[in-house]
């Protein structure tokens, strides 16, 4: 067995809808940030300059989400910027304390997921689990992903999965004393 070798028959291709801008950076520094890539079949815009960005091969949706310029913590306004299923652009800003993670869209879940500090890899896998035990295909459709989390809780608890629950559970209950906060502070009823 040799160790170190290279498949001849695997190939790499260079995907030329790849395209850059360059775009200056807070301390005038010059990055390339990528605009336009394929996924399957599909065309998505994923932007390096965005906190976080994701997209759908299956749909053709991108999401990249922002901080608006008017953001402060007091008004937590975030821009999400990307291509809808039809391949439109679209631009819209959401507000953070408005958000209702019982029936919110899986890109509001993501603006929660990063108004608590949860811009990690693992917190952004356990948006991806309650977006499946949701079963939304489109990252604009609404769900009640509190209840998809409980699912998800108990799916740890039966594997025995203590790890992975107690990380979840710290990462949900974030999610919700930012809500309900926000809710009680708005006189709603809490979540």
């Avoid at 001849?8 to 395209?19: D, E, F, H, R």
């Avoid at 932007?47 to 953001?71: C, F, H, K, W």
């Avoid at 929660?112 to 811009?119: A, D, H, I, K, S």
Wanted: proline share 3%; charged share 20%; glycine share 8%.
């Amino acid at each position: 067995m040799q160790i170190g070798t290279i498949n001849p028959y695997i190939q790499v291709q260079n995907i030329p809808s790849a395209q850059t801008d360059h775009a200056k950076t807070e301390s005038g520094f010059t990055e390339k940030v990528m605009t336009c890539v394929s996924a399957g079949s599909q065309k998505v815009m994923l932007r390096s300059d965005a906190l976080m960005s994701y997209a759908s091969p299956q749909t053709g949706e991108s999401v990249n989400i922002y901080r608006s310029d008017r953001y402060t913590k007091e008004n937590p306004i975030y821009l999400l910027k990307g291509l809808d299923a039809s391949g439109r652009e679209f631009s819209y800003e959401v507000d953070a304390s408005k958000i209702n993670p019982n029936r919110c869209s899986y890109n509001e879940l993501m603006v929660l997921n990063l108004e608590t500090g949860g811009n990690t890899p693992e917190n952004y896998l356990h948006a991806v689990m309650m977006r499946d035990k949701a079963g939304t295909s489109s990252y604009f459709e609404q769900a009640d992903y509190m209840s998809s989390g409980k699912a998800v809780l108990s799916d740890f608890r039966t594997l025995g999965a203590w790890d992975s629950y107690l990380s979840f559970d710290k990462w949900l209950q974030s999610i919700l004393a930012y809500a309900g906060r926000h809710a009680a502070g708005a006189g709603s009823a809490a979540f």
